[in-house]
């Protein structure tokens, strides 16, 4: 069959700081291509609609697949779904990812006929029964799958993520994928799932909180055939394994690889390990994100971090000894008034780090989208964007925004400060020699993408497609939480 695979446009404020490849949807489109099927992909991160309907009407596709990582992408998916289905009746149009997982019978019901069906959970195992059933028949009974008929049976999962590899081959544009000066980047993946369990996260619940690691020759491998000279570590806490990030920076020492690594991790794990990361400075690590999320003991027990200030100060120190340039989030609540910004922003100066802030958000897949207790003031998918107010804020929404916005521009003009600025032009230098542009244009963006005008004006656009309103969900069992459900060993998982 012909498979066309899509990924929706970058969200308004990743597109200042970063833009990194489709790594799922690559991993879906190998999954395919092994099985006999031509596969194609559109980014639209860095295509556009023109380049998508070409590629439609040239390659005319039996099957069309949209990757849903983000709440926020999901009425442009529709959209693409429309588009597809009024073009070409016969194509059969699903919808898989991190974020529709969890909303999969609504965003079926929103897109009226469009959409096929919706994929719950990884999309390796469930592209390959699924294309086989379009053509054979019984869609409704591929493990994952959500149609009009209701939900088939529980989603599969991947017994080892060595395979497949990643269709890198099928994403153009590449020298567009970026992050900050790592221009350009390319991304690997050497774990998937993570045990902890942060109240704010869906990461956990994803993968029902399994974990399992790719072995250090496969790793290794598909690190030596990427060919950017940076690289972005997707996984959701590096190295909580020391043996397996040893094993991996053995593997990439004797092949004599080196390139420059960004990743994220916990402050504890980082203090835990050391020495792993240490060994991977000399591999090329150069920048770390570190989840912060507050800084003091009673944000972290709110959101269970399970980590205390002191041990994330300490990691800090650790990471500056190192050498690594740490980029750390925090997480606003809407509540804050404008005392706890300038407290915020009293911090943010103080430290050497990029403080990077996001808005707590309630999502689906989360244990806060069952407990937090306050309502929603909204529910247009596009606000759900971490960077949005989804909650009643106590200051005024505008002068929410202005808070936020002024503490994101003090700390943005502290990095472009007099020192920064030239390291900046140094890296820039080297960049634009080399023909890569994506850092510079970061530099200049901040004051058009971050405008608190704009984002209180995000607010007023009509909404065609709604969120569904949170369940009361007794979330004792967090199992009822999760995607994956099955027990981990019947789901052949490493750990
Ligand atoms: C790496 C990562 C990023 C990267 C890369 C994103 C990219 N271009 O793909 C960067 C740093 C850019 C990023 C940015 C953001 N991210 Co992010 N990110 C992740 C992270 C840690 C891993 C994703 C990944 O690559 N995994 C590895 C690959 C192999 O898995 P995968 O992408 O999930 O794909 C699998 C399945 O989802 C499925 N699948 C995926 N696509 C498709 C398509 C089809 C058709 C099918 C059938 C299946 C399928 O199959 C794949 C293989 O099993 C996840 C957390 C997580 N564990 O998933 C958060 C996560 C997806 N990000 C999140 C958020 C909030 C953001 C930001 C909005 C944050 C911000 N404001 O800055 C931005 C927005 C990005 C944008 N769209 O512009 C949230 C999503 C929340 C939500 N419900 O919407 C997550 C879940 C983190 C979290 N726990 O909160 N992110
Ligand atoms: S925030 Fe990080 S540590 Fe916490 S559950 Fe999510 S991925 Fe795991």
Request: aromatic letters at 8%; proline letters at 5%.
């Amino acid at each position: 069959m012909r498979l066309l695979l899509v990924h929706p446009s970058a969200l308004m404020y990743s597109e200042i700081f970063l833009r990194l490849e489709p790594l799922g949807l690559e991993r879906v489109a190998g999954a395919a291509r092994d099985a006999g099927h031509e596969v194609r992909i559109v980014d639209l991160q860095v295509s556009n609609v023109r380049e998508l309907a070409r590629e439609f009407s040239s390659f005319r596709p039996d099957a069309l697949g949209v990757s849903l990582n983000y709440l926020a992408n999901i009425p442009e998916a529709i959209g693409i779904a429309h588009s597809a289905k009024r073009a070409s009746p016969n194509c059969f149009v699903f919808f898989g990812g991190h974020s529709v997982s969890f909303v999969a019978e609504d965003v079926l019901a929103q897109a009226e006929g469009s959409v096929d069906a919706v994929v719950r959970g990884e999309g390796e195992p469930a592209v390959v029964s699924l294309l086989a059933a379009v053509q054979d028949g019984g869609v409704e009974k591929v493990p994952g799958i959500v149609t009009q008929a209701g939900r088939g049976p529980g989603p599969s999962m991947l017994h080892s993520i060595d395979t497949p590899v990643p269709a890198r081959d099928l994403t153009r544009h590449r020298r567009r994928y970026f992050i900050g000066e790592l221009d350009p980047c390319a991304s690997i993946e050497f774990t998937r799932g993570c045990p902890w369990d942060c109240s704010f996260c869906s990461a956990w619940t994803f993968y029902g909180r399994s974990y399992r690691k790719a072995s250090p020759e496969a790793a290794g491998a598909e690190m030596a055939s990427i060919q950017e000279p940076n690289v972005f570590i997707v996984d959701d806490v590096a190295f909580i394994r020391p043996e397996h990030g040893h094993a991996i920076a053995a593997e990439l020492e004797r092949r004599r690889i080196r390139k420059h690594y960004y990743l994220e991790t916990r402050s504890d794990v980082l203090l835990r390990n050391e020495e792993v990361f240490q060994r991977w400075t000399r591999l090329g690590l150069k920048y770390m994100f570190l989840g912060m999320e507050a800084i003091d003991a009673e944000g972290l027990d709110l959101y269970r971090k399970r980590v205390s200030p002191d041990d994330n100060f300490r990691a800090l120190e650790v990471a500056r000894r190192l050498g690594i340039n740490v980029a750390i989030n925090l997480i606003v609540d809407p509540a804050w008034d404008e005392e706890r910004f300038r407290v915020i922003r009293d911090f943010a100066l103080a430290v050497p780090e990029i403080v990077h802030l996001t808005v707590m958000t309630p999502y689906p897949g989360t244990e806060i989208w069952h407990t937090e207790s306050r309502r929603l003031t909204t529910r247009d998918y596009r606000l759900f964007d971490i960077q949005h107010a989804v909650v009643p804020t106590t200051l005024p929404l505008d002068v929410f925004y202005r808070e936020l916005v002024k503490t994101q521009a003090v700390i943005n003009r502290k990095h472009l400060g007099l020192r920064t600025a030239a390291g900046a032009l140094r890296v820039l230098g080297g960049n634009l020699a080399r023909g890569q542009t994506n850092f510079a244009r970061m530099l200049w963006k901040f004051n058009r993408v971050y405008n608190p005008a704009r984002q209180f004006a995000d607010h007023q656009r009509q909404v065609r497609y709604q969120l569904p309103l949170p369940q009361h969900l007794d979330v004792g069992d967090r199992r009822k939480l999760y995607v994956h459900s099955r027990p981990l060993r019947e789901a052949g998982t490493a750990e």
